[in-house]
């Protein structure tokens, strides 16, 4: 099966900067999407980084402060901006279209643990 | 709004037995996909079984299986023979076809005590 990984694996980061996680899969993939899982709490889907094209942003997040790039069918990245503590959290990127470019079962990657004092 | 709801914040479970995870959604939509994950203490998150809503036979994944209900709207998680590695928080997760977007309930956390 594919392999997903992320760097960094987690960092801690003061408040004002920013941070660039990177999101790897070593098969072309047509969907990747990013989610932020806040402590003890469950997943939100912050953007769908789409190839060849600007991010498709959900609900309360913004390109501002989320800013993506999916340069190529194997590799995005997101970056958190001017962080502040509340953007402590893990952000897991996740694939569709694995074992096909039809299937629409998603295959997450490790996530990357951020903390922000 | 489609939402995801799971009841049972936390559950146990005695190694070898059975127990049932639940969980109901709310959606106006007929096509959709219906997605239990398991994040163990390493946060990954697994797949572990997946369901389509046009399907009427319930999904079976080894010792895992579902219990889908769609007049009630309800996704049931059924693990049998429950081994320590089980012990993790489950999702369940809902996506309208092919939409991409995964929304997930609040998540159960299961232990499985030896």
């Known amino acids: 099966s594919a392999v997903i990984s992320q760097k960094p694996s987690r960092d801690i980061c003061q408040r004002g900067t920013s941070l660039t996680i990177q999101c790897q899969v070593d098969s072309q993939v047509t969907m990747m999407f990013w989610y932020r899982q806040q402590p003890g709490q469950s997943l939100t889907l912050i953007a769908t980084?789409?190839?060849?094209?600007?991010?498709?942003?959900e609900s309360g997040f913004v390109i501002d402060k989320f800013p993506i790039s999916r340069p190529n069918l194997t590799f995005s990245t997101l970056t958190v901006s001017n962080m502040s503590p509340e953007d402590s959290s893990i952000y897991l990127c996740?694939?569709?279209?694995?074992?096909?470019?039809?299937?629409?079962?998603?295959?997450f990657g490790p996530g990357t643990r951020l903390t922000v004092t | 709004a489609q939402t995801v709801t799971q009841s049972q914040p936390e559950m146990s479970v005695q190694e070898a037995e059975t127990v049932t995870l639940s969980c109901t959604y709310d959606?106006?939509?007929?096509?959709?996909?219906l997605f239990w994950y398991k994040q163990p203490p390493s946060r990954q998150m697994i797949l572990v079984i997946r369901q389509e809503a046009y399907k009427q036979q319930n999904a079976t994944e080894n010792r895992f299986s579902v219990n889908f209900q769609k007049a009630a709207k309800s996704f049931s998680l059924k693990i049998s023979d429950s081994q320590l590695g089980d012990t993790a928080m489950y999702f369940c997760?809902?996506?309208?076809?092919?939409?991409?977007?995964?929304?997930f309930g609040k998540g159960t956390k299961l232990s499985v005590k030896p």
């Open positions: 996740s694939v569709e279209g694995i074992s096909d470019s039809s299937s629409y079962e998603q295959y």
């Open positions: 997760a809902f996506m309208k076809h092919r939409q991409g977007n995964l929304i």
């Open positions: 959606t106006s939509e007929n096509n959709y996909y």
């Open positions: 980084a789409n190839q060849g094209s600007e991010a498709t942003y």
